[in-house]
Nanobody, 114 residues
Framework: QLVASGGDLVQPGRSLRLSCAVSVFPLDYYTISWFRQAPGKEREGVAC????????NYADSVKGRFTISRDNAKSTVSLQMDSLKPEDTAVYFC?????????YGQGTQVTVSS
């Protein structure tokens, strides 16, 4: 129901855009979020966007560098990542929360390294 894509190996300071194809309906009912999981680290919430895209929130670690957006007509949620740092290296997942259960699919690997 959620498929993340766009991950790649990039150098520090570069940009990357992740996409999440969402097949849950009606999409404009759901807040969609991103979290990331790095080896040996706890899962970290990265960003979330409200059902109609009016409100967005970010983790302090990515604030000012990442931008989340959505296009409900195209059933996609995007995460624009600028000024990437090595500590952004992780597998990124998009998800939604329904009745306190997280629904997410396969993540996409982002590696930031010189």
């Amino acid at each position: 129901q959620l498929v993340a894509s766009g991950g790649d190996l990039v150098q520090p300071g570069r940009s990357l855009r992740l996409s999440c194809a969402v097949s849950v309906f009606p999409l404009d009912y759901y807040t969609i979020s991103w979290f990331r999981q790095a080896p040996g680290k706890e899962r970290e919430g990265v960003a979330c966007i409200s059902a109609h895209g009016v409100n967005a929130n970010y983790a302090d670690s990515v604030k000012g560098r990442f931008t989340i957006s959505r296009d409900n007509a195209k059933s996609t949620v995007s995460l624009q990542m600028d000024s990437l740092k090595p500590e952004d290296t992780a597998v990124y997942f998009c998800y939604y929360n329904l009745n306190y259960v997280l629904y997410y699919g396969q993540g996409t690997q982002v590696t930031v390294s010189s």
